[in-house]
């Protein structure tokens, strides 16, 4: 994924130069990255990045007029009102971005500058007067920065193996954090899956001086949203309509072209009805998988098709399926071993999206700001498949309620759920296209901390601001019945109906128990998937392990070298892979961990190209 990286340290200077070729040569995963490097000896800092060249600030750097400040940036900012104003209003020159506004109009005061941008970023700022150099991220912790404290030395990085390149020492799995991952399906407060290796926390403002590390502190504090009165309901809606009216047409501004990843959910229908029918070209697409149409895909076809707007599927198909272990290995890599084997389709996916535009639109992350949404499970694990030693570690694994503080579902969920949850997914996805979503923009995200709480309880604002701006969206129906010309009963009826379909797909193509795979297994001639399923969920690996996958499988887990063994019983992996694939057993959840933790290892841990 393009981010930073760099060694912060005092003397030694040529190593790190060595060093850092090493740890940005790892990041270039495609060949449309650009890279650059900055380099300053009396502040102990060696530097790098990799960007999209679709990106609408790739680094630069950024120096101002007395060329006193350097502000290296990763990511993008979107102008708020105010501050687009005040750069109309200056004649300034600076970019569409304002940094370089900002900047002028900041100086040293580098907790002003930081709490006026708005996006997922991180970066440098180097004040060559004071001598001292400013680590940073964005307020939610979406733009990672991973770091080793070493003797003399820090390594900072967008992605874990670019440290792990150059510190061959650090190549080990933290079995404490491997435990947490199976049960959360993420590692949480900070940690990662290597030993030594943590993440800045969100909004962090790290200063080193005279390459040391001088002062942990971060920017802005969520308490400050937080406390803020509550809005009565009109007044809030009122906002609301303001704010996304205005907020989110700017994530669909770009030089580079713009596409829409349209579902059939509300998130995205906000986004659209915010846009409105003003004759720009939007391209949409929506994903899907081996048969049938989905109901997101229909429905969206519809959406784009109400503001004349191009829409496609992009479908898993056999090219996939062919290159599936280079997929998979792919995945694991890229994103740190945060996301898992069988996510590799989100890659494929992203893939194609790029060729359709560079810049990819999308609503994620609405439900759990505008609605009230948990993301964090705390699930259990086949047991007999655990090493005796790796057991207990897994029995004492902490759940969020153990690592966490925060007491505002809001803060949670923007804060720790969405960055730690979701951040796999989000980095293979940022590897191929610049992702947007106007979710988390500071303006509404603010708002929403004064909506009362009945309201995003609720979960009808999103359907009140569709009908108002675009009636004639309104009434095509969502998955959930949230719109739709329909009255109170027929809606719960339709709702209800999908409902039982997603449950049913659910059952079918992740939850199947034993007896209904071999029943299935038996009759795979009437082929009951397209009956069963491809209506609401298109991920069938339960199915396509024993159709396509199966070699891969194979050649991967029961490789007499294979390191998961280090965790897990291999007789008892074995056992589980012959009967999954003879179609006998359901082992979908193990054989997908087993997959991940063993391209971890082999990707990340040994010698890396």
């Known amino acids: 994924m393009p981010g930073i990286t760099g060694i912060i340290r005092k003397g030694r200077f040529d190593e790190a130069v060595r060093d850092l070729r090493l740890m940005v040569k790892v990041m270039q995963h495609e060949q449309f990255y650009t890279a650059r490097e900055y380099s300053n000896e009396s502040l102990g800092l060696q530097m790098a990045w990799t960007g999209h060249q679709a990106a609408a600030v790739d680094c630069l750097p950024i120096i101002s007029r007395d060329r006193n400040l350097v502000l290296i940036f990763h990511g993008e900012n979107y102008l708020d009102q105010e501050t687009a104003a005040e750069i109309k209003r200056s004649g300034s020159a600076w970019e569409n971005s304002g940094l370089g506004y900002l900047l002028e109009q900041c100086g040293n005061d580098e907790n002003k500058l930081l709490r006026r941008l708005n996006?997922?970023?991180?970066?440098?700022?180097?004040?060559?007067?004071?001598?001292?150099?400013?680590?940073?991220?964005?307020?939610?912790?979406?733009?990672?920065?991973?770091?080793?404290?070493?003797?003399?030395?820090?390594?900072?990085?967008?992605?874990?193996?670019?440290?792990?390149?150059?510190?061959?020492?650090?190549?080990?799995?933290?079995?404490?954090?491997?435990?947490?991952?199976?049960?959360a399906y993420c590692v949480m407060a900070n940690k990662t899956l290597f030993e030594k290796i943590d993440l800045l926390p969100q909004a962090a403002c790290w200063t080193f001086e005279n390459g040391t590390l001088s002062k942990r502190r971060r920017y802005f504090d969520f308490k400050e949203w937080e406390e803020q009165p509550k809005?009565?309901?009109?007044?809030?809606?009122?906002?609301?309509?303001?704010?996304?009216?205005?907020?989110?047409?700017?994530?669909?501004?770009?030089?580079?072209?713009?596409?829409?990843?349209?579902?059939?959910?509300?998130?995205?229908?906000?986004?659209?009805?915010?846009?409105?029918?003003?004759?720009?070209?939007?391209?949409?697409?929506?994903?899907?998988?081996?048969?049938?149409?989905?109901?997101?895909?229909?429905?969206?076809?519809?959406?784009?098709?109400?503001?004349?707007?191009?829409?496609?599927?992009?479908?898993?198909?056999?090219?996939?399926?062919?290159?599936?272990?280079?997929?998979?290995?792919?995945?694991?890599?890229?994103?740190?071993?945060?996301?898992?084997?069988?996510?590799?389709?989100?890659?494929?996916?992203?893939?194609?999206?790029?060729?359709?535009?560079?810049?990819?639109?999308?609503?994620?992350?609405?439900?759990?700001?505008?609605?009230?949404?948990?993301?964090?499970?705390?699930?259990?694990?086949?047991?007999?498949?655990?090493?005796?030693?790796?057991?207990?570690?897994?029995?004492?694994?902490?759940?969020?309620?153990?690592?966490?503080?925060?007491?505002?579902?809001?803060?949670?969920?923007i804060t720790e759920e969405i960055p730690w949850y979701e951040y796999g997914r989000v980095m293979i996805e940022q590897s191929q296209v610049v992702l947007r979503t106007p979710y988390m923009d500071n303006d509404l995200v603010k708002l929403m901390f004064q909506s009362p709480m009945e309201l995003r309880a609720g979960g009808n604002l999103q359907a009140i601001y569709v009908k108002e701006k675009n009636p004639a969206l309104a009434e095509i129906l969502t998955n959930l019945s949230k719109s739709g010309n329909h009255s109170r009963l027929v809606s719960s009826l339709i709702y209800y109906w999908f409902w039982s379909l997603f449950k049913a797909e659910y059952i079918y193509l992740f939850a199947t128990p034993h007896w209904a795979t071999r029943v299935d297994h038996w009759l795979r001639g009437l082929k009951l998937e397209r009956l069963l399923a491809g209506r609401q969920k298109f991920e069938a690996y339960r199915i396509w392990m024993t159709i396509y996958l199966g070699d891969f499988i194979r050649e991967t887990l029961l490789n007499p070298r294979a390191q998961y063994t280090q965790f897990f019983e291999k007789e008892v992996a074995e056992k589980m892979v012959e009967r999954h694939l003879a179609g006998t057993h359901n082992y979908l959840n193990e054989i997908n961990k087993l997959l991940t933790v063993e391209l971890a290892c082999s990707t990340l841990l040994g010698d890396q190209n």
């Open 119 to 183: 996006g997922w970023f991180c970066g440098i700022l180097a004040d060559l007067r004071r001598n001292t150099v400013t680590l940073f991220n964005d307020r939610f912790g979406m733009n990672r920065i991973y770091f080793y404290e070493g003797k003399d030395e820090f390594l900072f990085s967008s992605e874990a193996k670019s440290i792990l390149k150059v510190r061959p020492e650090l190549r080990r799995i933290n079995p404490a954090s491997l435990a947490q991952s199976l049960r």
């Open 231 to 413: 809005l009565n309901a009109n007044e809030f809606h009122s906002r609301f309509t303001e704010i996304v009216s205005v907020a989110f047409p700017r994530y669909a501004e770009s030089k580079e072209k713009v596409a829409m990843s349209l579902t059939a959910g509300l998130d995205t229908r906000v986004i659209m009805a915010a846009l409105g029918s003003n004759g720009r070209p939007l391209p949409c697409y929506t994903f899907g998988g081996t048969w049938g149409e989905t109901f997101d895909i229909s429905t969206a076809r519809k959406v784009a098709n109400l503001f004349s707007q191009p829409h496609e599927s992009i479908r898993i198909d056999e090219a996939f399926f062919k290159k599936f272990g280079e997929y998979a290995r792919r995945t694991i890599y890229i994103t740190d071993g945060t996301h898992d084997a069988f996510g590799a389709h989100d890659l494929y996916f992203n893939q194609v999206a790029r060729q359709i535009a560079p810049i990819r639109l999308t609503g994620k992350f609405g439900s759990e700001v505008v609605r009230i949404r948990r993301m964090i499970p705390w699930a259990d694990f086949n047991h007999g498949l655990l090493r005796p030693e790796f057991k207990t570690i897994f029995d004492n694994a902490a759940s969020l309620s153990q690592v966490t503080e925060t007491k505002d579902i809001l803060t949670r969920a």
